[in-house]
């Protein structure tokens, strides 16, 4: 008999031998918590859709706040939830507005220990549900909205954010933040851009999170998922308009985009592990279909293992905590 002199098995023999040979790392500092700040709550409120994650009020945000940067995560990703909503999205620009006095929290908290990054975007503020102001025909202005880009960008830096996270895929949405920024003297703030953010179904359970009053879909900007190389098209625009990092969005559907983004682009490459794929876990492992931490462990690996330097995930602070 012929044995084979090539063998792979002895690099998997134990775990010491595992761990010295592993190609790809799940640390603290790649990791970005998103959370939710609700106006005119007394306690925080779970979203039944996504279990293990709340709305919170601000003091329970504030000891997140604190507890991620002891943790050591690369950051949080702050979401308002205001308790009134208008066609304009008024209360983004507010500086008395939820998101942005959760942002003071957030620096007054952890200062420069962990970056406060701020979900830029309409759709929790306005009362139809969309990212940006619509017409007298109902669609949306993709121009009349890059105005409330650019005034959102300043307020969420004076608030405290170190990064600024446009997401409504409006066209030309990180050149004009970007020129309002450094117009305003806030050439420092970074912009995390969602240059890849496809029109997907994993997003329903963050609609609870967001109490979403949408009306209709957002077809007509997020991308189609049957298109790859428009990605990459999206992504060195926003890169061309001045985006410091770009992410992909959903993860797990779109391992691809993250991988062939990665291999294009020389800026840090960030992916959304999104509210579907969480509760999708959480829903098996309740039923004891599947190991939840075992599958967790290997989601996060996937997406850094295709090439996302940065992952936003709300199993964060989990995983960090038991990778400490």
């Known amino acids: 008999m012929t044995f084979p002199a090539d063998r792979p098995r002895r690099l998997r023999s134990t775990q010491a031998v595992r761990r010295l040979v592993a ?9 970005v918590l998103p959370m939710f700040i609700a106006e005119g709550l007394s306690e925080p409120r779970p979203i039944s859709s996504m279990p293990g994650v709340v709305q919170h009020t601000r ?39 939820i998101l942005n006095l959760a942002l003071a929290d957030a620096r007054a908290e ?29 669609r949306i202005d993709n121009d009349a909205t890059l105005e409330i880009y650019g005034r959102m960008g300043v307020a969420q830096a004076e608030a405290g954010a170190h990064m600024v996270a446009p997401s409504g895929m409006m066209d030309g949405q990180v050149a004009f933040i970007r020129s309002a920024l450094d117009s305003a003297g806030w050439a420092s703030t970074g912009i995390l851009a969602y240059a890849a953010k496809y029109s997907s179904a994993f997003y329903g359970p963050f609609r609870e999170a967001v109490d979403s009053s949408l009306q209709g879909d957002r077809k007509t900007y997020q991308q189609d998922p049957a298109n790859a190389r428009e990605a990459i098209r999206e992504v060195l625009l926003d890169i061309e308009e001045g985006a410091d990092i770009v992410m992909v969005k959903p993860a797990l559907s779109y391992l691809d985009l993250i991988a062939d983004v990665r291999a294009t682009v020389n800026v840090p490459v960030a992916a959304y592990n999104v509210s579907g794929e969480l509760a999708m876990v959480e829903a098996a492992a309740a039923n004891g279909w599947i190991d939840r931490e075992r599958a967790i462990d290997e989601i996060l690996l ?5 090439g996302a330097d940065i992952v936003l995930t709300y199993w964060a602070t989990e995983v960090a905590a038991r990778l400490r």
């Open 23 to 31: 190609e790809t790392h799940v640390r603290p500092s790649q990791l």
């Open 302 to 306: 996937s997406i850094r293992r295709a």
């Open 110 to 138: 952890v200062g420069d220990d962990l970056v406060v990054m701020s979900d830029l975007c309409l759709d929790e503020f306005t009362d139809h549900g969309h990212c940006g102001v619509l017409d007298e025909r109902g």
């Open 59 to 97: 003091e329970s945000a504030r000891r997140a706040y604190a507890e991620a940067a002891v943790l050591g995560l690369g950051g949080v990703m702050l979401f308002g939830v205001p308790e009134h909503k208008d066609a304009t999205g008024s209360g983004a620009l507010d500086p008395q507005g």
